[in-house]
């Protein structure tokens, strides 16, 4: 079977390509992928090629598939795993395996096994560690966002307090606690506003901070105060970009007491110098940000690790109980991963919206692979209605979503758009 996929051959070097995919052994299983949304994970290893820790050495000889964050429906299946999966089935992926000590993860390591294609090979050790999972939701886009989700999810999970007294640590954040969510004007700090208002553990004071005027307008516009407050969470945000001093700023809503919980999701120096000034005692503060650079270091107060018991933790993935989290919340409509997405594209737009990521403002990049249509931010489709009525179609349905991508705009467009096979 032919499949199309955007391939990595070195740093910054990734092709759209027809290639034929070999037979399925009878330890793998063929799918057909419908959706994957970009991460900056793609653009760092892109980036670096094979100097990333996840790429192979050879990728100028053979290529892998970039994409782990997809999802769609099982083609054929082999022996070994008929018992447990069928053609026609729905599937989310776990990509972070961690098979036998390897770093081998689909998007970065795998000749025939990532997200951006449109059909690819799921080798024998997803199965083995329970990664391939079912998928039962109405939209595949919730599938494809259940990764990122549970990225967010595994730091909740992970942060920690100690019980004083005793030698003990007792994981996840404080409940009815205070908690800041440093730079979380993105799509992950999206996503994990969304997750914390709605899960069952939750702080009973938000703080959101943010340097962008449009981000914070954003936010506001689709978590309300209103909503926040019903789910027994105070809401506010803040736009630090004119505050002389955000720590102290920040202090006054905890009445000088600190924060139990400080989440940072940018690899910002002076981002972590705040969190850490502002957390209170056994306060936790986690870095949710990865960086690119390998000494990117910043000044922590020991003073207060040694009297205050303020600690650290960082989070890179989450795994396959997150997944399943993720997959069920959203399935219950408790929580919405659209609210992560702000550009549409098809499978011809992946490798420049890849390359160039972080210069494309706005959230998640949501990609179907058998689509052929250039990355459209959701906010452009009105304009662009005006001379293509397919576009219109898609700005009617999302006006009426709050401008989010939604089941219903999904739908719309794998029935209505060109395809690509």
């Known amino acids: 079977m032919k499949t199309k996929a955007v391939r990595l051959y070195g740093a910054n070097d990734l092709r759209l390509e027809e290639f034929e995919l070999p037979k399925i052994k009878e330890d793998e299983i063929l799918v057909k992928v419908i959706t994957d949304s970009i991460c900056m ?40 795993w008929q018992h447990q999966f069928k053609a026609g089935d ?96 993105g799509p992950m700090g999206f996503g994990a506003i969304d997750y914390i208002i709605h899960r069952e553990k939750k702080p009973s004071l938000l703080v959101v901070t943010d340097r962008n005027d449009d981000k914070i307008e954003r936010a506001q516009s689709i978590f309300t105060q209103e909503e926040a407050k019903k789910n027994g969470v105070e809401l506010i945000f803040v736009n630090t970009n004119n505050v002389e001093n955000v720590s ?72 396959t109980d997150d997944m399943k989290e993720s997959l069920q919340m959203s399935a219950e409509k408790r929580i919405n991963p659209a609210v992560m997405v702000t550009h549409i594209g098809g499978l011809n737009s992946v490798a420049d919206a890849t390359l160039n990521l972080p210069n494309i403002s706005g959230g998640k990049k949501l990609v179907y692979t058998h689509i052929d249509m250039e990355l459209t931010a959701i906010d452009e ?36 758009y060109k395809k690509l096979i």
Request: charged share 20%; hydrophobic share 35%.
């Open 248 to 319: 102290e700023y920040l202090m006054q809503f905890t009445d000088g007491t600190g924060y139990d919980d400080v989440f940072v999701y940018a690899p910002v120096k002076e981002l972590l110098e705040d969190a850490d000034k502002i957390l209170g005692r056994d306060g936790c503060l986690n870095f949710f940000a990865g960086p690119i650079d390998t000494n990117f270091s910043a000044q922590l107060n020991f003073y207060n690790v040694h009297y205050a018991a303020t600690h650290i933790v960082g989070t890179s993935g989450g795994n």
């Open 381 to 416: 489709f009105e304009e662009k209605g005006k001379i293509d009525p397919f576009f219109a179609g898609l700005a009617e349905i999302t006006g009426r979503h709050k401008g989010l991508w939604s089941a219903e705009a999904e739908k719309y467009l794998l029935e209505e």
């Open 90 to 185: 729905k599937f989310a992926i776990q990509p972070a395996l961690n098979y036998k000590g390897s770093m081998a993860s689909p998007g970065y390591s795998y000749k025939y096994f990532g997200g951006n294609c449109t059909y690819t090979i799921i080798p024998q050790e997803v199965m083995e560690l329970g990664c391939l999972l079912p998928y039962e939701g109405e939209a595949f886009y919730d599938a494809s966002l259940a990764e990122p989700m549970s990225c967010i999810i595994g730091a909740f999970h992970a942060s920690y307090h100690t019980v004083p007294g005793k030698y003990e640590h007792t994981m996840e954040i404080v409940e009815g606690g205070k908690m800041a969510l440093l730079a979380g004007g």
């Open 41 to 80: 994970s793609t653009y760092k290893a892109a980036s670096l090629g094979k100097n990333h820790k996840r790429v192979p050495e050879d990728i100028h000889e053979n290529p892998i598939i970039v994409g782990h964050e997809f999802a769609g429906v099982i083609v054929e299946v082999g022996k070994k």
